[in-house]
């Protein structure tokens, strides 16, 4: 594995730190090893043939994807900015780092180093942001692993071909699979204000994906925006704000007895959050076959809950002889009001 640092400068407001640049080779390669091994068994990062910390690192990454015939991308819409990335090249995988990531992880373990100076509860909030972006980099390496267990997949290459509902709706479940795999495998984190701040992140950001998903469907009713672009965003939002879920799911997944019984659907009202208890339990299930997966029907329960989030937005997708069709009735919806802050103590079971 090779690391490779393009990062000129932390730019104007960090710039004092652009100190740690010139170490930051050395010093993220050491990273990446703990990481791995982080945890029994280790990540397997066969075929891992290069990590990129970038300067800017959508150009970059964009550049490289079309230096390989890739079709340039990189999530970005109002909950989620994306800033790393998983690339499959001919010569194996190469991963993609904004230098945001290299640079938390150098400047908070240099104030680590200088604890005397700080203050504790500064110091503390520091040593949690920077693991928070460890665990990051510790992510993509499952990623990596994931795609690797992939490989042994044969159904995996057309699974998705077809222009239906379901190849649809399984695309969008197998997405929601492998960011749950990713953070289940990647958390090493278990601090009571961290999983606090998690759960306020996704209820903020669910509640903007359903407030979107409104607005769009409205643009839809009144010739704003055409059908395409309405069900191409329709998608993606319900995708990033299940993806949001899985987040919390795989980073919670050890508390998960703890937690399950405490997220009651009416406890929050939501057009996304209800879906949580049951969307958690079929992935723990799908996780204990994981990776010997037969065929892309291990996707369907996910799928279906998928189907049922869109609907719930009265958008009704079907199968026609024509093609995939969405009916859509001319309706203004809009986004369910928050009435509580948090669903969940955040007090932890005493073994965590």
Sequence with gaps: MQVIVTVKTFGDEMAQYDFLIPSMKEVMKNVIDQLIT?????????????????????????????SIGHHAFATRNKIADGHAQVVSADDGFHVFFSKLIPMSIMIGQLCENNEGKLD??????????????????????????????QKNWPWLKNAFDERNLMSVLRYDAYRLWEEYYACRRSNFIYNVEGMAEEIVSLLSNLEIA??????????????????????????????????????????????YEYIVDQLKPELYPSRFYSYIPRMWAVL??????????????????????????????????????EGLYYNIPPKRLKAKERKLKTPIRSEPPCSI
């Design 120 to 149: 504790v509860e500064l110091l503390n909030k520091m040593k949690l942001e920077k693991n928070r972006y460890l665990r990051m980099l510790r992510h993509e390496l499952a990623h990596v692993e994931d795609e690797n267990n």
């Design 210 to 255: 359903e407030k979107e998903v409104c607005d769009l469907r409205w643009k839809y009713n009144t010739q704003m925006i055409d059908l395409n672009d309405f069900v191409k965003l329709l998608h993606e939002y319900v995708r990033s704000a299940f993806i949001y879920c899985c987040y919390f799911m795989g980073h919670a997944d050890r508390m």
């Design 38 to 66: 982080l945890e029994e068994p280790p990540i397997n990062v066969e075929n891992l043939v290069v990590v990129h910390f970038t300067d800017d690192y959508r150009q970059e990454l964009f550049s490289f994807q079309e």
């Design 284 to 321: 723990r299930s799908m996780a204990d076959s994981y990776p010997v997966w037969d065929d892309v029907a291990i996707c369907n329960e996910l799928a279906e809950i998928v189907l049922n989030a869109i609907k719930g937005f009265e958008v009704y997708p079907e199968d026609t002889a």
